[in-house]
C-alpha cells in the first residue's frame, strides 16, 4: 500500500481529478490539502510556489495505472510520487484493500 501525493495548481482540477481516481478504483481514500507552500531550487534560483496537494491511499501496483490516468485526463504537467505505507490498523488497511481495483 502506498500514499500518493499530486502537486496541482487549481482546486477545481484537484477535486476534478481526486473524484476520478476515486470513482476508477484507484484511490481508496483522497484528501486535498490547500495552499500548500514548497520552496524548489532550479538553475541555482530558489523559488517558492503555492500548489494544491491531493494525497490518496491506493495499492503500489495500480501506481503506474494512476500515472496513465493523470495523463489522459490532461494533467500530465502535475507532480507525482508516492511513498510506502509501512504500518497502518486493520480498519484502513480493509479500506483500501476492498475499495481499488482487484489485483
Known sequence: MINVYIYIDS????????????EKDLFAHASIDK????LF??????TEQSNIVITGQTKALL???ILNFIKKSGFDH?????????????NFSEIIRNNTLKI
Open 35 to 38: 495552499d500548500n507552500h514548497s
Open 78 to 90: 502535475t507532480k507525482v510520487y508516492s511513498v510506502p505505507i509501512t504500518q497502518c490498523n486493520e
Open 41 to 46: 531550487k532550479i538553475n541555482g534560483k530558489i
Open 11 to 22: 482546486q477545481k482540477d484537484a477535486h476534478k481529478l481526486a473524484t476520478g481516481l476515486l
Open 63 to 65: 501506481f503506474t495505472a
